[in-house]
């Protein structure tokens, strides 16, 4: 069974930084499309970050690039996204995605806020 784990949310000023992991079991995290997503109060689900499996190549919503940045580990089966120079509109419970051809598994989110 698939489980996606998410971890290193929590409370930040503006322009602060934070490290969300995501560690993954129960497939094969290899050959996996990794995302992460987030979701503001009111708002709809929005993805943030995607990263390739094989070359790992990446890709950002425009609200982020430049400021975040997603990377992988294969042999630990766990993606991560650096948020460096956080802002208010960041705020959101933010979502691990593994994306698989016949597939999709969710972890259960964990929150950022970003507040003075």
């Known amino acids: 069974q698939a489980q996606l784990v998410e971890s290193g949310g929590g409370l930040v000023q503006p322009g602060g930084s934070l490290r969300l992991s995501c560690v993954t079991s129960?497939?094969?995290?290899?050959?996996?499309?990794m995302n992460w997503y987030r979701q503001a109060p009111g708002k709809e689900r929005e993805l943030v970050a995607v990263?390739?499996?094989?070359?790992?190549?990446?890709n950002y919503a425009d609200s982020v690039k430049g400021r975040f940045t997603i990377s992988r580990d294969n042999a630990l089966s766990t993606v991560y996204l650096q948020m460096n120079t956080l802002k208010l509109e960041d705020t959101a419970v933010y979502y691990c995605?593994?994306?698989?051809?016949?597939?999709?598994?969710w972890g259960q989110g964990t929150q950022v806020t970003v507040s003075s």
């Open positions: 995605n593994a994306r698989r051809p016949l597939s999709s598994y």
């Open positions: 129960g497939f094969t995290f290899s050959d996996s499309i």
């Open positions: 990263i390739g499996s094989g070359l790992g190549s990446t």
